[in-house]
T-cell receptor
Framework: AQSVSQHNHHVILSEAASLELGCNYSYGGTVNLFWYVQYPGQHLQLLLKYFSGDPLVKGIKGFEAEFIKSKFSFNLRKPSVQWSDTAEYFCAGGRGYQKVTFGTGTKLQVIP | DAGVIQSPRHEVTEMGQEVTLRCKPISGHDYLFWYRQTMMRGLELLIYFNNNVPIDDSGMPEDRFSAKMPNASFSTLKIQPSEPRDSAVYFC???????????FGPGTRLTVL
């Protein structure tokens, strides 16, 4: 079955540390990939997305993700995290726009 | 635009009771999605509608769950009878035709005792 998996369920970092959250997908062929963020008490917001073209995608708040087709991966990165990045991060994927499958999420806690 | 609106924000009910969650999508959006978020299973798509018509309800866990979209500006997700394992946060999201970004509502936190 087509799926998206996130292997890190809970990550704790100190401020200014670098971040990389893993995401793997199992779709064959063309796939659209997304990262969403859910800040405490808020609803999900789109961080960035990849449909085609440059495999390195830049999103809001200094986040980026790299689509590596050979590894079926779409890892999220940020060179230096801030306390305000504490949130839950969801990777999602799908074909076209219709049905998007979400990963189980990674809770990021940034310690001042 | 006020964004996607969901009500209630919190619901606490007893096992066996009927629960109705409500969603108002962003005006002009053609797609509406219902998701359930739990610690164990993460964010799961339950059902989605296009132009008020249910397209894929394969994520609905069982017959106790039903969803309707009587018009373009309103949808309900009903659980009857509710069970403790239904406790979760239920999100509604909407998207415009031909675009790729879903906009999520604030969610309804359901607790079934």
């Amino acid at each position: 079955a087509q799926s998206v998996s996130q292997h890190n369920h809970h990550v704790i970092l100190s401020e200014a540390a670098s971040l990389e959250l893993g995401c793997n997908y199992s779709y064959g062929g063309t796939v659209n990939l997304f990262w969403y963020v859910q800040y405490p008490g808020q609803h999900l917001q789109l961080l960035l997305k990849y449909f085609s073209g440059d495999p390195l995608v830049k999103g809001i708040k200094g986040f980026e993700a790299e689509f590596i087709k050979s590894k079926f991966s779409f890892n999220l990165r940020k060179p230096s995290v801030q306390w305000s990045d504490t949130a839950e991060y969801f990777c999602a994927g799908g074909r076209g726009y219709q049905k998007v499958t979400f990963g189980t999420g990674t809770k990021l806690q940034v310690i001042p | 635009d006020a964004g996607v609106i969901q009500s209630p924000r919190h619901e606490v009910t007893e096992m066996g009771q009927e629960v109705t969650l409500r969603c108002k999508p962003i005006s002009g959006h053609d797609y509406l999605f219902w998701y359930r978020q739990t610690m164990m299973r993460g964010l799961e798509l339950l059902i989605y509608f296009n132009n008020n018509v249910p397209i894929d309800d394969s994520g609905m866990p069982e017959d106790r769950f039903s969803a309707k979209m009587p018009n373009a500006s309103f949808s309900t997700l009903k659980i009857q009878p509710s069970e403790p394992r239904d406790s979760a946060v239920y999100f509604c999201a909407s998207r415009a035709q031909g675009t790729d970004t879903q906009y999520f509502g604030p969610g309804t936190r359901l607790t079934v005792l």
